[in-house]
């Protein structure tokens, strides 16, 4: 299974972005999808994750009620819907893939592979 982030872009303070992430292939190994971010000089942390079966999802409070994770089964692809988004939203997006339930969806480590980042940028 490989992971294709796109999407990110520059936006202004408000806008909108919508990320995908396209998991071509056999989607069937894949228990959740997350999707974390990392500015420059930060750890990486968690944003939004989300159950490939039933579509259950988590957000971490920074991007709660501003962002919304989907899945499109037909398509294999997970969407994050990012709104009113702020300049500390600026990031590298990346998507990884849990072959297996994560002990705590926050944790880099419970993801078994990545896809690349994409870049999203907010100005003030």
């Known amino acids: 299974v490989q992971l294709q982030a796109s999407g990110g872009g520059l936006v202004q303070a408000g806008g909108s972005l919508r990320l995908s992430c396209a998991a071509p292939?056999?989607?069937?190994?894949?228990?959740?999808l997350g999707w974390f971010r990392q500015a420059p000089g930060k750890e990486r942390e968690f944003v939004a994750g989300i159950r490939w079966g039933d579509a259950i999802t988590y957000y971490a409070d920074s991007v709660k009620g501003r962002s919304t994770i989907s899945r499109d089964n037909a398509k294999n692809t997970v969407y994050l819907q990012m709104n009113s988004l702020k300049p500390e939203d600026t990031a590298a997006y990346y998507c990884?893939?849990?072959?297996?339930?994560?002990?705590?969806?926050?944790?880099?480590?419970?993801?078994?592979?990545w896809g690349r980042g994409t870049q999203v940028t907010v100005s003030s």
């Open positions: 292939g056999r989607t069937f190994s894949i228990y959740a």
């Open positions: 990884a893939a849990a072959f297996s339930t994560p002990s705590s969806w926050f944790r880099v480590r419970e993801y078994d592979i």
